[in-house]
Nanobody
Framework: QVQLVESGGGLAQPGGSLRLSCVAS????????LGWFRQAPGKEREFVVA????????LYADSVKGRFTISVDNDKNTVSLQMNSLKPEDTAVYYC???????????????????WGQGTQVTVSS
């Protein structure tokens, strides 16, 4: 079972940037999909981005496309989410998630993942 720990949340002004990190331990192969989700108060958990750890194109939600970028550091077993041009509506608790690669799974659905981090708060406000 993969264990995930997020860090890097905080307060940013509209138009500002934050970088989130997710350290994965217990991973035994490269065939994992990493996802970031977020959940605002009173709302359902929302897909942000997903990436096959071993490579390939990332899949972004339309609401963050062009502003957020996911990247992988294999040496550090870390997946990062660079968030630029932040908006107040980006305010949420952000979670990273992981699951073994399974062809045909819908990685935009939170139910597809079986490992979750504890979450990190991101607040965008002036």
């Amino acid at each position: 079972q993969v264990q995930l720990v997020e860090s890097g949340g905080g307060l940013a002004q509209p138009g500002g940037s934050l970088r989130l990190s997710c350290v994965a331990s217990g991973r035994t192969s490269a065939n994992y999909v990493l996802g970031w989700f977020r959940q605002a108060p009173g709302k359902e958990r929302e897909f942000v981005v997903a990436l096959n750890w071993s490579g390939g194109s990332a899949l972004y939600a339309d609401s963050v496309k062009g502003r957020f970028t996911i990247s992988v550091d294999n040496d550090k077993n870390t997946v990062s989410l660079q968030m630029n041009s932040l908006k107040p509506e980006d305010t949420a608790v952000y979670y990273c998630a992981a699951v073994g690669l399974s062809y045909g799974a819908n990685y935009q659905e939170s139910a597809a993942y079986d490992a979750w981090g504890q979450g990190t708060q991101v607040t965008v406000s002036s």
